[in-house]
């Protein structure tokens, strides 16, 4: 295989004198030179196989730092997009600005794209990168113990071996443990039940009467698939949402092609989708003027599709616009109003063995599928996480996630996050935002190694601070406003949302602040020249 590409900013920066390379080296998406071959350099453990997991391995590849396993628990790379396999599974960020600006991709099929060509994208990548071979499938990490003599982390896998890394980075995401309310006399059900995010693609919808609980993000893209097959189809829906047209489309070969022969361009497209998408932030202020505008023309074009079936309650939200995600679609209006398909607004009372009860009234079905989102704010679960002085890292966030800048967590040396607390966006890419965090913990890995440090750690006081900033930020954001949302803990706190723009959290990770953190620099005991991860010795 092809020795893994060096980036351009790399070997560009290379030939800069060194004050203009530290310049060079802060702009977004560049990469200061890669560590001269030899040098020693910490183990790195990362966790996951998605754009997080895949992003990081990739940097750390260009950055000349060899010394990393990923762990997978899944027999393939993917992440969310390996498992979302449902009908109509699509992101709602364009696909130039959802991928990796240090691994550009010009042939996207669609200006959407679909889920099959995103992970194919990240197997590309992947292999591009020749990151297999460093690749543990199939091993799940079950615990992470900060050993505080010998500074190293170490791994507990599920299958009852242990490794060891000096450095611990967790790709682990926000929404991979799907979550299936507790309704009674579910297990009593004689059909089929599945989640959105396992589907169950032995099971032929066709002539079914099937049921969906849940609607939210998912449920709007697989629902317009299955109701062209489904006998019946019964919606119900606790929360309705705002669904705006989704301006999708092929690229044209002349496009494509033009994408390929000026990279440039490319990057320019994907600027400027950027910089249009980080104004939709202004929609996310509490009360501000586009976004009651945008709930106006809501309003007005929703009141003149109301029917007795499909009343307005089904159709529009009593939230404020982006205190949940706002959603695009083109089908999914049209498909409320097909005659086999019935919304139910009625709370789910209990389940039958052959239907679902809302009110007293039964409605027969023979399957269940539910679209009910994820266990969202338990970042990191089930992986019981133990740093400094046996602190559990879940039993500090009993009150809700939190870490500084959602990379950093004080009391866990040596342990950095990807889309971690606080790093979601309703607006933006988090490609855009691991790109970020990706950077910021390379950054500090290579100070490790520049400065021969054994630990590194966030002060308390910085993660505090920030915290508190964040939190009233937010609190003058929509989300802070009274819907459900998966961006809150039971009791409110507002664990998964980024509080600005995204040019905001670029400014805020452009360098990690080094007053903000401990470093130790005790002599290394294991210095690592080669190998990556490995058993504790
Ligand atoms: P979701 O948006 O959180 O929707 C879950 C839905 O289930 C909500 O409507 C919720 O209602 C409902 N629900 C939960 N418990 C229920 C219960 N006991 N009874 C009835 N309804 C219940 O979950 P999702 O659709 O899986 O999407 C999750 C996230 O994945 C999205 O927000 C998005 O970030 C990501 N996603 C992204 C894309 C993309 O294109 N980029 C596509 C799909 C998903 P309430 O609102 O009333 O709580």
Redesign the pocket.
Known sequence: MSAPPLGRVASFGRRLPPNLRTVAARLPGSLAPPIEHGTPTPRVAIIGTGFGGIGMACRLRQAGIETFTIYEKADAVGGTWRDNTYPGA????PSHLYSLSFAPKTDWTRRFPEQAEILGYLNEVTDRFDLRPQIRFETEVSAATWDEQRAVWRIDLADGTADEAEVLVAATGQ?NRPQI?DIDGLDRFEGVTFH?ARWNHDHDLTGRDAAV???????I?FVPEIAQDCRKLTL?Q??SNFVAPKPDGAFSEEARERFRRHPWLQRLYRLSIWVRFDARWLLFRKDSRPARMLRKRFETELSKVVTDDVPAEALLPDYPVGC??ILISNDWYPTLFRPNVQVVTDP?DRVTPHGVVTGGVEHPVDTIIF????ASTGFLAPIQVTGRDGRDLHDEWRDGAEAHLGITVAGFPNLFLLYGPNTNLGHNSIVFMLERQIAYALTWIRRMVDDDAATVEVRSAAQADSNARLQRRLERTVCAASC?S?YKTATGKITNNWSGPTIAYWWQTRRPDRADFVTTRQPRRHPVHSGAAGPPE
Do not use: E, Y
């Open positions: 699509a992101c709602d960020v929404l309310p959105s609980i849940g609607i939210g993000a998912s449920a893209q119900f606790r929360s949940k995600r789910v679209g009910t989102g994820f459900h998966w």
